[in-house]
């Protein structure tokens, strides 16, 4: 029996309630868009779906990735204290050299997936999906959708962004949130009101708590962007911006400031510090001694030229970081440059202008740092550069069109299309041996577009020939930086230093013998070491067998406990008793590969590099009057020995030497294990 109903509002009401009629309407609208061309949104979500494909492709394969993050939150998960703090081991000696919002997350699905690389890597590849979406909004609407859907695949295909989403380094996290603020601020600029304004500094202020100095590098864009081409009058935009500078500090700086108002003694030393604090680990290792190298006010880091190569203008396009980030670059100074000739006459207040100063500037502030930082350098770090590159390029699709139509600029289209398609070329001719067919097909597709597009404009017959002129454009632009995050989705990947393209997962982008590093680079946790991944395994070149050489499994440590033997650690299991510390070594490198081996604390006197200043004897001798730690490893890993402080001294003099006849073991005189009795 029917029920009666009668339309009300637009709602179809019955005796039984409201029927949920909008439901359907909802999720048309999800699936189709709501404005717009109908094939907008259903392109969007291929392109998500793609994007999450390659990021997500064979997680559990992924192991531990970089130990020393994921020993953190192994150890987040076993204790609040080492949560909140961001230590490396559940018992709070000492924290990672990185803020901890990215472990917050990753522990936070570690607690309820259950620790592994699910809890892990899941949350990055959401991560770096979500970046491609937000991303998509943020350039719909200055450029529309065809910009929007361009820079997008961008995006996704970026090699080191694929490679990094892959990893549970920061950096997915980071950008994530970057991109939001963008999407803020351009809200902010054509909306003029003061909340997107806020919201931004809110976002840029998590970026900050993910990954320090590095989030701050938008500021000064987006700074720019709200001060130029916001509604408000300028002395309210100038108001806005005070604001929204108060809002950033508080955000970015509320837990270095609840962390080092905590009495030392009560608190991890804050690893990457030379005085046990926030603030020095800001200004110094993660702030100036990024740029300025060991030269740096309080110990920078040092050793600029051993990931990324030598500081320069040209860094960004050598055979380390080239194939990560820079196939597009030409092509997005180029788009600068036409953008500011199509669109200096408009108004201040026009919003494509606005998205030229955005992301133009964040385009020229990341390159300038990045390219002249003289402290520790890694390329995964360009990963912050890919929103604004592929930004760019979607705009540049637009403005391409609008100088495609004036007869006396047609021209530079194609000219972008060969200088960015002879770029490609260049990039993949540095890898002779891996895949090359790709680099004649991007050279051949570079030629057919240029010929197709200058005959289109100046040959009216021709016409017809445009729209392959154009796929033969899109294949020169995105073929080799496709075919490179493909190659990341699918070989092996160093932990610490994620690579994409010929060389994932050992070694370094271009370098004929990949076993050969640069200087300074042997001796430095993470450093890759062996032959390339898949040598002598029949695999094709620059891809690893699932679970070979350079699986990520073992971090930066390789095996169990990085430099432990099994057996030693069977011994320290066993013998720990009701001591707090399985061991104490001497930097991250075995601690954390045998905090994720046994789950039990382990102390790293000398914190990631071994150089922390993080142990003294005053704590050691009190840690061991008090039965809280038994066993002390005295030389071994990565740092300098801590006899400078005395501390391996003091356990020589005052420890008992276990031979390795008493674990089974053997060992080399390099390392040699202590017990130290509370008496």
């Known amino acids: 029996m029917d029920l009666p109903s009668a339309r009300r509002g637009g709602r179809v009401v019955t005796a039984a309630g409201t029927e949920p009629k909008a439901a359907p309407g909802v999720l048309r609208r999800a699936a189709l868009g709501g404005d717009g061309p109908r094939w907008s949104r259903p392109a969007l979500w291929a392109v998500l779906v793609a994007a999450f494909a390659l990021y997500a492709w064979d997680l559990p394969g992924g192991g531990t990735a970089n130990a020393y993050y994921a020993a953190a939150v192994k150890s987040a998960t076993q204790s609040w204290k080492a949560f909140f703090f961001g230590s490396l081991d559940a018992g709070s000696f000492i924290t990672v050299d990185k803020p901890p919002l990215a472990l917050w997350v990753q522990a936070l699905f570690a607690r309820v997936l259950g620790f592994g690389p699910w809890a892990l890597l899941l949350p990055q590849a959401l991560a770096g999906t979500a970046a491609v979406a937000v991303l998509h909004a943020t350039v719909r609407r200055a450029f529309g959708p065809v910009a929007a859907l361009a820079a997008a695949v961008v995006l996704a295909l970026t090699p080191i962004t694929v490679a990094i989403d892959r990893d549970n380094n920061p950096d997915a996290l980071l950008v994530l949130l970057l991109v939001l603020g963008a999407w803020a601020v351009q809200r902010a600029v054509t909306g003029g009101r003061l909340r997107w304004l806020l919201a931004a500094a809110f976002l840029v202020g998590c970026g900050f708590n993910t990954k320090m100095l590095q989030a701050f590098l938008v500021v000064p864009p987006f700074a720019l962007a709200y001060l130029v081409a916001a509604r408000p009058s300028f002395p309210r935009r100038v108001a806005h911006l005070a604001a929204a500078g108060a809002v950033l500090a508080v955000s970015g700086g509320w837990w270095m400031a609840v962390v080092d108002a905590v009495p030392a003694g009560s608190r991890p030393f804050i690893g990457g510090s030379t005085d046990g604090t926030v603030l020095d680990l800001v200004v110094g290792y993660n702030g100036l001694g990024r740029i300025l190298g060991r030269d740096a006010p309080g110990g920078g880091a040092g050793g600029g030229a051993g990931f990324g190569g030598e500081p320069g203008a040209g860094r960004l396009f050598n055979d380390v970081v080239g194939g990560q980030i820079s196939w597009l670059l030409p092509l997005a100074v180029l788009v600068l440059l036409a953008g500011g000739l199509l669109l200096a006459r408009r108004p201040r207040r026009d919003v494509q202008g606005a998205a030229l100063l955005l992301w133009g500037g964040w385009l020229a502030v990341h390159y300038a740092v990045f390219s002249f930082a003289q402290g520790t350098f890694h390329p995964y770090y360009t990963t912050a550069l890919a929103p604004a590159v592929a930004a760019l390029a979607g705009a540049g699709t637009v403005l391409a069109a609008d100088l495609y139509r004036r007869r006396r600029w047609a021209w530079t289209v194609p000219a972008g299309v060969a200088v960015t398609g002879g770029w490609a070329f260049a990039l993949l001719a540095r890898t002779p041996g891996w895949h090359p067919w790709l ?86 946790p993470g450093a890759p070491s062996g032959a390339p991944s898949g040598a002598g395994s029949g695999a094709p070149s620059g891809m690893a067998p699932r679970g070979g050489p350079g699986r990520m499994r073992g971090g930066f440590g390789g095996g169990p406990g990085g430099g432990v033997d099994a057996k030693m650690t069977s011994y320290l299991e066993r013998n720990q008793g009701s001591a707090r510390w399985l061991v104490a070594v001497s930097s991250a490198q075995s601690a954390s590969s045998l905090i994720l081996a046994t789950g039990r604390p382990v102390i790293a006197m000398g914190g990631f590099t071994g150089s922390d200043p993080a142990m003294t004897v005053g704590k050691l001798q009190a840690l061991v009057r008090s039965g809280r730690l038994r066993y002390v490893l005295v030389g071994g890993g990565f740092g300098p020995d801590r006899g400078a402080d005395g501390v391996s001294a003091w356990v020589r003099e005052h420890g008992t030497r276990v031979p390795a006849s008493a674990y089974g073991g053997t060992s080399d005189g390099s390392s040699v294990l202590y017990r130290l009795e509370a008496s």
């Open 439 to 524: 680099r004649w097909t991007v050279a051949a597709a570079a030629v057919a577009a240029v010929a197709g597009l200058l005959a289109a404009r100046y040959a009216r017959a021709a016409r017809r020939v445009l729209p392959a002129a154009v796929a033969a454009a899109v294949v020169a632009g995105l073929a080799g930086p496709g075919a490179y995050a493909v190659a990341a989705a699918s070989a092996a990947s160093n932990g610490t230093n994620p690579l994409a393209g010929p060389s994932a997962g050992a070694g370094f982008p271009g370098r004929p013998d990949r076993t050969a590093m640069p200087p300074g680079v042997r001796n430095m």
